[in-house]
């Protein structure tokens, strides 16, 4: 398998679409801006409480898929925050996962 973002996931094929179809929508919606921090990405959305219900589900979904990673989701009144790291080379796999340079 020569995508790393797939050889990371344990999800089945459909699973893992209906999921990047999930992100892609919170991210289309209310992305702010991503970078990249230390092991990872920071995703930062607006507070919408639409937006961060969307973000509380899916964190709590990668976290029981993708337990490799830390998940963390901050909200407050100015912003959600979500902070995705790994060990090792699988930082640069969640980095791939978000498009995040």
Known sequence: MDDPVAAACNL???DLRRRGRDWRAVIDEALVEKHPVPGGARLT???RR???DDLVELVHAERACCGWASWT???TADAAVVDVTA???R???VRSLFGVG
């Open 45 to 47: 959305f607006r507070p």
């Open 73 to 75: 989701l901050t909200s």
């Open 87 to 89: 060990e090792g080379e």
């Open 50 to 52: 639409s937006v961060v």
């Open 91 to 93: 930082a640069q796999t």
């Open 12 to 14: 089945s094929e459909a």
